[in-house]
């Protein structure tokens, strides 16, 4: 999907790209970056949203009675699990992000990418475009496709 990306995606135009650190996002930035002088950056602030004790958890998704569930479901209800991160904590630090790199960025006219995880992702984007928390998983993005948020 990554391969297919960077070839339909080759023509837009990037100044930098932001990725997280965890693997799987940050081998997707270099196959897209592939050929492009494109300065890849890696920022802790971009890693996905922590589920906790529930990490590696099968089918919580759609188990309700499940705290993880409750937030796949109604993200709104969600109560943060041991050694988790909250929706609160997600936009804090993406929303830090947003102001300290993104913003200055755009103020000199520069395209940026992000590569990042679904839950990161919906943070990101619901705070740019101001949707509501219930809202919260509407605002994802298909793997390995761009949207422009400004």
């Known amino acids: 999907m990554a391969k297919q990306a960077g070839k339909e995606y080759r023509e837009v ?9 965890l693997l799987r996002a940050k081998e ?6 592939h050929g492009r002088d494109v300065p890849l950056v890696i920022d802790d602030r971009l890693m996905e949203m922590s589920f906790g004790v529930c990490e590696g958890t099968e089918n919580y998704f759609h188990t309700v009675e499940s705290p ?8 709104e209800s969600y109560t943060c699990v041991q050694n988790g991160e909250s929706l ?4 804090t630090r993406t929303g830090e992000f947003l102001r300290e790199v993104v913003q200055p960025l755009l103020e000199q006219k520069k395209d940026i990418l992000i590569v990042g995880h679904g839950a990161m992702n919906c943070s990101i984007i619901c705070q740019v475009r101001h949707i509501p ?3 919260f998983w509407s605002a994802g993005i298909e793997n390995c496709k761009l949207i ?3």
Do not use: M, N, W
């Open 133 to 135: 928390i219930k809202d």
């Open 88 to 91: 609160a904590d997600l936009f």
């Open 68 to 75: 993880i569930g409750v937030l796949f479901q109604h993200p």
């Open 28 to 33: 997707t930035a270099e196959i897209l970056l």
């Open 148 to 150: 422009r948020l400004i």
């Open 13 to 21: 135009h990037l100044d930098i790209c932001y990725s997280s650190p």
